[in-house]
């Protein structure tokens, strides 16, 4: 097996791309002007590479291959159908699963597609977009994985650019929180939703943020990215779109706020927007589609207890009322999950070990930041920070998603993982005091 997936010829086209992106990653390197920040670039995708291919050798050799298996499957199936036929290739590329199509088109020499991941259009959509860079690494597994490490970590290092240049966080702070957090590399850098996901998250979090906070023009090129960002999320997880937006508007209402110096006027300009929040919230709430989506997480839910392809430990939230009260109900226990969870003693298999570590740092933290100081400024100091905004109610917003629809913890880690890096900025951000003393100490004459 460990051939059919890792040959010499597949190992020698790796070496041969992963000289090609080290050759585009030092170009890249060249045009960082931070110097501080430089360290860390290659260090960040040599990281992210490691565990994409740890990742990769875990499911397939240790746990028996599962969805990630199933999606390389499906690329290489489509890969064999190019060049069989490159219009049906295309085809399929445009057009959703199809069971005639199924098996009209593919036979014994282009092999057949796994069937529970061409049924499930979220899964196949992934085998579609790993099909394409197959094509450019000649079906070589462990180069495909070099270049989802290498989007992955130069979308993560833009972040980072970013919040650096914000200036609440240390640099080596911000590298540890947003470049180097262990079970976020593991699950978020194979071949997976998760993966395409995060990549997509972090891009549109960096777009925003610069326009937002350093107002940067808004080119023909970035409305392009920002459209085909929008395009993955809707075809893999619609729902993260509102955990993404939401923020970005109450971070806005933030940063509006902030312009007026009557601490009424900031109070009366957060409350409207407040209000105008909860005002179509309960619009959505009394349409269809917020009974779509909560009905869509029961099913979802439903999958992940009943399907006997999802194994592992599981937990239970009760999702019965799909009514925004009901919601509401649920969202504390939900966030908690989604954050936290899974602890120590719940995490001894080889794949949740490294959350169960970070669950329990992020407990120290929490209990550092309630117990260590005044919780109260710290919670003011946050909301008069437009990012620090935005990373609040994204963290809820995850949280809510992954615990409330998840079941099982290895489904649950998965998708929580893009809160992780957000959170952890949020319990080691600077406080206002720390800034002012830092911009005083920079603003100091010099002795010499």
Known sequence: MFEKYFSVLDILIAIIWLVILVIVLSNHLQKIENDQIKGYFLKNYFFKAFFSLFFTVIYYFVLGGGDTQAYWDGAIVLNKLFFRSPTLYFEHLMMPPNQVAYIKHFNIQTGYPPGWIYREIEGWFICKLTSVVSLFTFRSLPATLLIFAYFISTASFRVFEVVVKIGLHSTRTAAWCLLFVPSVAFWCTGISKDSVMFWTILSLISIFLNLFIFRKRLSFLTILA???????????????????????????????????????????LR?????????????????????????????????????????????????????????????????????????????????????????????????????????????????????????????????????????????????????????????????????????????????D
């Open 271 to 447: 409350f409207i927007f407040i209000l105008v929040g909860l005002v179509g919230f309960l619009y959505i709430g009394s349409s269809s589609y917020m009974a779509e989506l909560a009905n869509e997480a029961a099913v979802i839910q439903q999958d992940f207890s009943n399907n006997p392809i999802y194994t592992g430990k599981r937990y239970n939230i009760d999702i019965s009322d799909p009514s925004p009260a009901g919601m509401l109900r649920a969202f504390p226990v939900s966030v908690f999950f989604g954050v936290y969870k899974p602890f120590i003693y719940e995490a001894l298999s080889p794949s949740l070990l490294f959350n169960g570590i970070e669950s329990t740092i992020l407990l120290f933290m929490t209990l550092n930041f309630l117990f260590n100081g005044n919780p109260i400024k710290k919670i003011n100091w946050i909301f008069k920070n437009e990012f620090l905004v935005f990373s609040l109610f994204f963290v809820l917003l995850i949280g809510f998603m992954a615990g409330y629809t998840s079941v099982l913890f290895g489904v649950l880690v998965r998708i929580r993982a893009p809160l992780l890096p957000f959170v952890f900025l949020l319990f080691t951000t600077k406080s206002e005091l720390q800034i002012q003393d830092g911009v005083k100490e920079i603003n100091k004459p010099s002795t």
């Open 226 to 268: 920002i459209l085909f960002f929008f395009f993955l999320i809707i075809n893999i997880r619609s729902f993260t779109l509102a955990a993404i937006l939401a923020p970005l508007l109450v971070a806005f209402s933030a940063r509006a706020s902030n312009q007026f110096s009557s601490a009424f006027a900031r109070i009366s």
